[in-house]
């Protein structure tokens, strides 16, 4: 009888593991991409002869009609057009495409894509951890302005998505500092943003940099209590 029961007890074990072990391969995957449609998605052909649409997580690329548009598919094409790559779904958005995390030989697409200037960090549906290191490398590559981020006043793509709209002063030349005007310094933890000669100005996640108050704000980020920026 005791051996019976360790048996049906060992049968349940195994049983569980093999589907644990399912779910852990069919859940991530490899493929080839075959189709860069933009900055943030790409087709990858899985086992052959499987076509996913992938959306990249955590990111918002310029559409194709924005300024930078082209170059942001052309930068994402040069990561990955034509590559195996590490497919990490996430989720499946309204349009029914994958949204997974992408990486090409332990190098993340998404992340290279907001170091590189090429894409906006999705906040309203970044909220892996690692969303925090990846608002900084936003923060230094508008710092250092580069890709997009070369522009005076880039417009983000759920902006343009609704309307939004440009003109002759915005998508064009160096981003300027008015004097005594920042750059202020965002905690990508707290959302917190203070002024130079904040105490907290330098703080270990203050990575997060804004050129003017109005940006910081329009960031999400709210004003420090004690240095009132």
Not at 55 to 68: K, M, N, V
Request: aromatic share 8%; charged share 25%.
């Amino acid at each position: 009888m005791v051996k019976e029961k360790r048996g049906v007890m060992m049968k349940k074990v195994l049983l569980c593991a093999v589907l644990v072990l399912m779910a852990a391969t069919s859940w991530a995957w490899q493929g080839k991409v075959v189709g860069v449609a933009d900055g943030d998605t790409i087709t990858v052909l899985r086992d052959g002869h499987d076509q996913y649409k992938i959306r990249l997580y955590g990111i918002d690329a310029p559409e194709s009609s924005q300024p930078h548009g082209k170059a942001s598919k052309s930068n994402l094409s040069e990561l990955v057009f034509g590559k195996i790559v590490d497919v990490d779904p996430t989720d499946t958005d309204k349009y029914g495409r994958t949204v997974a995390r992408i990486s090409v030989d332990g190098t993340n697409v998404n992340a290279e894509q907001l170091r590189d200037g090429y894409a906006w960090l999705y906040r309203q549906y970044c909220d892996d951890p690692m969303c925090s290191e990846w608002a900084g490398l936003e923060a230094q590559a508008k710092a250092s302005r580069v890709g997009l981020w070369s522009d005076k006043e880039p417009m983000a793509p759920w902006e343009w998505r609704h309307g939004g709209k440009t003109s002759a002063s915005k998508g064009s030349g160096p981003i300027t500092v008015a004097a005594g005007d920042g750059p202020y310094h965002g905690n990508t933890k707290s959302g917190v943003f203070h002024r130079p000669g904040c105490q907290q100005f330098n703080c270990k996640n203050c990575v997060a940099v804004f050129a003017a108050r109005e940006e910081a704000v329009a960031g999400g980020y709210r004003p420090c209590g004690a240095c009132k920026p």
